[in-house]
């Protein structure tokens, strides 16, 4: 099991504050193709928060995960900028390809994906996973006398993950259910 606590964090980075010299924070997102509405929200809001801070000490590197990218790419930032912490990226293949990288350099990351089989030593996930999101689903269906669940998924990992979670918790709570998956 992997501790999530911010202590551990904290161990890997050190402290920030009265740093006379920048901070650098790659942060890799999805600024364009099918989720770069996800990716500038993300921006906006960390943009907002630098704000808020007044710290001039912290600068955010954006790097666009939403086209083509290698390690390569990822590699050339990090030797050339020299984050303290790599914030992202969203999407949990973004992450594989990028872990070794990680690993090699030291440097910690906070991921938006919801996969926690990717939590390491240097990799904390922030995202809801499938099942926490389809265990509040089905909770609240229930308390709203919802019964009857209707799932149509795609027949990939996650699909198969979600549909697991779903049939193991329509068997504990006697619940109807009609199942669907595509090719």
């Known amino acids: 099991p992997v501790s999530y606590k911010f202590k551990n964090f904290i161990k890997y980075t050190g402290q920030i504050e009265n740093q006379k010299e920048i901070t650098n924070i790659l942060v890799i997102l999805p600024l364009s193709g099918n989720y770069k509405k996800f990716g500038k929200r993300i921006r906006q809001s960390l943009d907002l928060g630098l704000l808020e801070t007044s710290n001039s000490q912290v600068k955010l590197l954006y790097f666009d995960s939403g086209k083509e990218f290698t390690e390569n790419h990822i590699v050339d930032l990090v030797k050339t900028n020299n984050p303290l912490l790599i914030l992202g990226p969203l999407l949990r293949e973004n992450l594989i390809k990028i872990k070794p990288i990680i690993f090699k350099y030291k440097i910690p990351i906070i991921s938006f994906t919801n996969d926690n089989s990717l939590a390491d030593n240097l990799v904390w996930i922030t995202g809801f996973s499938p099942e926490q999101q389809m265990k ?48």
């Open 136 to 183: 509040k689903m089905i909770t609240h269906s229930i308390k709203c006398k919802k019964n009857n669940f209707g799932f149509v998924g795609m027949n990939n990992n996650y699909g198969k993950m979600v549909l697991a979670f779903l049939l193991s918790s329509a068997e504990k709570n006697s619940i109807k259910k009609t199942i669907l998956l595509s090719k």
